[in-house]
């Protein structure tokens, strides 16, 4: 079994829904990851969850900084 860990960005924060009403700040991106690395992730997955809405995609600066420290694979995604 692996396990791969999805943050869901909005801005520079990782963001969870609640309840299908809204959005909560749950973190700093490259915190959490380091994080889910140290507890055994096999692979990270960053979601722009915004990015379409918007017209753009934040995740370049966010996903190489992560790349300096963190070794496991990265899918990125959003803006598609």
Same mark, same amino acid.
Request: charged fraction near 25%; charge should be negative; hydrophobic fraction near 45%.
């Given at each position: 079994m692996? =396990? ?10 990782? =963001?969870?829904?609640?309840?299908? *009403?809204? %959005? ?15 507890? /055994? ?7 722009d969850?915004? $990015?379409?809405?918007?017209?753009? !995609? !934040? %995740?370049? /600066?966010? =996903? *190489?900084? $992560?790349? *300096? ?10 803006? =598609?």
């Amino acid at each position: 079994m692996r =396990v791969i860990p999805r943050l869901d960005i909005k801005g520079p924060n990782v =963001v969870k829904g609640i309840h299908l *009403e809204g %959005l909560r700040v749950v973190g700093d991106p490259g915190r959490l990851a380091l994080k889910y690395c140290e507890e /055994g992730a096999d692979e990270l997955i960053y979601m722009d969850i915004v $990015a379409t809405l918007y017209g753009r !995609n !934040n %995740l370049l /600066g966010i =996903v *190489e900084k $992560a790349a *300096e420290s963190l070794f496991v694979p990265m899918t990125v995604g959003g803006g =598609v």
